[in-house]
């Protein structure tokens, strides 16, 4: 049964500080991606992965954002240093039951940061 | 580049009115369309989609109409209840296998007894 399980759920934190978010598809499905979900806005893809490689990170801000995904299953987002404006949901996805082509996105639960 | 534009002012109905959500897209091409839901407290999922030019999408009561002549893909449904409360967002792909999914920015909807 397809599933995406998320950690934490909340996380505040201080601006310049670090903050790392967990992500792993249950099912194991080969394409990864994580959200960005600002409060009020729609969600923005931050990063593709096809198994350990990148696809697309052309909107993820680089300069404070990494993320990597080993052995083609878990995955882990990192700020460092966080920004006020890093507050967001972010959210990993996984492809739905039918498959990469048709666009479907299974979604976790996300992971809520708050930067004071 | 693709983009999705949705009505973003909350909508507020009384439960059993008619609604309706504006969706219009850019894109080229033959995109995918999605209507995707968030329940208070619950992950975003996927409410309907349409593939194609005139294909109609429907799940739990929701529908919507793939346009591609207005470039629309409106939601709608006949009579809302209170579990309806949550946001909607319309949302594309485009055709090849690694292109994104581009979401609009979310319409809040609040349904009162």
């Known amino acids: 049964e397809a599933g995406v399980a998320q950690s934490p759920r909340y996380k505040i934190i201080e601006k310049r500080q670090s903050v790392a978010f967990w992500c792993n598809p249950i099912s194991g499905h080969a394409t990864l991606y994580w959200y960005q979900q600002i409060l009020g806005q729609g969600p923005k893809l931050l990063i593709q992965?096809?198994?350990?490689?990148?696809?697309?990170d052309s909107q993820l801000p680089k300069d404070r954002f990494s993320a990597e995904r080993l052995k083609g299953v878990d995955s882990t987002l990192k700020i460092q240093p966080a920004k006020l404006e890093d507050s967001a949901v972010y959210l990993c996805?996984?492809?739905?039951?039918?498959?990469?082509?048709?666009?479907?996105?299974?979604f976790g639960e996300g992971s809520r940061l708050t930067v004071l | 580049g693709n983009s999705v534009t949705q009505m973003e002012r909350p909508v507020t109905l009384s439960e059993e009115a008619f609604l309706t959500i504006n969706c219009t897209y850019t894109?080229?091409?033959?995109?995918?369309l999605f209507w995707y839901v968030q329940y208070p407290g619950e992950g975003l999922q996927l409410l309907l989609k349409a593939t194609k030019a005139d294909d109609k999408g429907s799940n739990k009561g929701f529908e919507a109409t793939y346009r591609k002549e207005t470039t629309s893909f409106h939601l709608e449904k006949g009579s809302v209840q209170v579990s309806d409360s949550a946001v909607y967002f319309c949302?594309?792909?485009?055709?090849?296998?690694?292109?994104?999914?581009?979401f609009g920015p979310g319409t809040s909807l609040s349904v009162i007894p």
């Open positions: 992965f096809q198994n350990n490689g990148v696809v697309d």
């Open positions: 894109a080229t091409g033959y995109p995918s």
């Open positions: 949302a594309l792909k485009a055709r090849t296998s690694y292109d994104k999914v581009i």
């Open positions: 996805a996984i492809p739905g039951t039918g498959g990469l082509n048709t666009g479907e996105l299974f």
